[in-house]
DNA sequence: CGTATCCTTGATTCGCTTCAACATTAGTGG
DNA sequence: CCACTAATGTTGAAGCGAATCAAGGATACG
């Protein structure tokens, strides 16, 4: 009992909490009252760092634990037998990574910072323990993993469906609502992530990508720097994302 | 007690209970013991049967239950704003369709039956439920969560990273492999999806697919006659999917 | 037997990739 | 601090693969 205080306490010392984390409403403690997300705190056993260009798993790697970015920006890939490489998401804070290793105890994609970054380890049979206990936090994790089948299918739609501009189109946008949500600027930021990442992401060339961008930027659309982004006009970026012909 | 004796003879009589069920290993049963099988059966109140063409839900529709397929085929499709249609997946028996409705209470795409099916329906909030009680029955339905991600992200390789050929070859190996795990023969099998179907789910146009198959004909692989697929070189399948340019 | 649906094949067009050259930025060591 | 180099990004020209447009053939169904 008194070592349970002991920990809250640690976990104050170190500004770490769930209680006290900002991203809470978007990560797995939403909904919760106090004394199931202090449960869920001592579950939420270390934090990690990842260096820039880390990996914070590999595709390989034995399963153990899921991960909520506290601070900084992932993206996952996956790497077939005759070396394609498909970027699969970019993540960012609140976002939950590592749920792919979960059907067959073994990570089957990568993922790697883009920014020195931190994440809150939680050990998954804990984690599946505790919502046995919990049901709201067996809900949550539910949804967050629908949550990622739903994200899947749209990025299908992207690939399947959409040309070159519209694929950029729907990439910015979905950037830019998710700063948005976080407390950042919807309209200015820059992205992590190279131009060839994009591509890779969006299965286009990073010639196409790069060839995109100084298209919306002609149309005034948008302003680039390099990875400074400023979004001018939203609603034009918006019409991109239409279908043009019939 | 004489209750339970009764539903499971109950069930015995229609010969619908996932203890007899053939799909038992493939589905939400597997690794529970006999007891934990009886308490699910008793969960999945209603089979329900769904003819060709009609769906076993609409996007919008709102979610209640999982359902597994224990007979028939199906397609699952997300429509967007302008109109594009993406085909997300076909499903077949011991398959598990309605995963994209936790996230939001409210299905996010069409699951739409390419034959005359039937499916067990998994009322969802009894199975989260069950699954507190059974930690066998949680870890499964996370694990075919999970793997459903882990598929999408196969999709989105396929879609992002192969030309029309490899497409073709990836979808009539895997559609092979699958019908090899239920039973049917790996090198004969009929498709109950159209030209137009398979190409919206491989991001291609019906005359591209049509080809494709043509081009596979020719070259001895397969054979083709409607949508009657005989396998004739399962190497060389393989070999069709390896990148040709460095 | 007639009609609607589905499938195949050919010719042409278009969008993205490929190849290539160069510009810019970031990082490193003298 | 600057020179040097590697990594990243931009832009142009040519080539190719899939889409589009079009016509005809096969099959299923009432």
């Known amino acids: 009992m008194d070592k349970s205080v002991r920990e809250t306490s640690l976990a104050g010392r170190l500004k770490t909490a769930c209680a006290q984390c900002s991203l809470r409403e978007l990560c797995l403690p939403v909904g919760l009252n106090q004394d199931e997300v202090a449960r869920l705190d001592r579950l939420?056993?270390?934090r990690r760092k990842v260096l820039r260009q880390q990996p914070l798993y590999r595709a390989g790697d034995p399963f153990e634990a899921l991960y909520a970015i506290r601070v900084g920006f992932f993206k996952t890939d996956v790497l077939n037998e005759d070396g394609r490489n498909?970027?699969?998401?970019?993540?960012?804070?609140?976002?939950?990574?590592?749920?792919?290793?979960?059907?067959?105890e073994m990570h089957s994609c990568n993922a790697i910072a883009l920014e020195d970054s931190e994440v809150c380890v939680i050990p998954f049979d804990q984690l599946e323990s505790l919502g046995r206990d919990i049901g709201a936090l067996q809900h949550n994790l539910h949804q967050v993993l629908s949550r990622e089948i739903v994200r899947d299918h749209g990025?299908?739609?992207?690939?399947?469906?959409?040309?070159?501009?519209?694929?950029?189109?729907?990439?910015?946008?979905?950037?830019?609502?998710?700063?948005?949500?976080?407390?950042f600027s919807h309209a200015e930021f820059h992205l992590r992530m190279t131009r060839e990442e994009i591509g890779c992401y969006l299965g286009l060339k990073l010639e196409t990508v790069s060839r995109a961008f100084s298209k919306f930027q002609d149309e005034k659309l948008i302003s680039?720097?390099?990875?400074?982004?400023?979004?001018?006009?939203?609603a034009?970026?918006?019409?991109?994302?239409?279908r043009r012909s019939g």
Request: no cysteine.
């Open 224 to 234: 680039v720097q390099q990875r400074r982004i400023r979004i001018l006009d939203s």
């Open 155 to 183: 990025v299908m739609m992207l690939l399947g469906t959409m040309r070159a501009e519209e694929r950029l189109a729907a990439f910015l946008l979905n950037i830019s609502q998710r700063f948005t949500v976080r407390g």
């Open 236 to 242: 034009g970026l918006k019409k991109a994302l239409e």
């Open 44 to 46: 939420v056993g270390a």
């Open 86 to 104: 498909q970027v699969t998401g970019f993540q960012m804070a609140g976002e939950i990574l590592g749920m792919d290793g979960i059907s067959s």
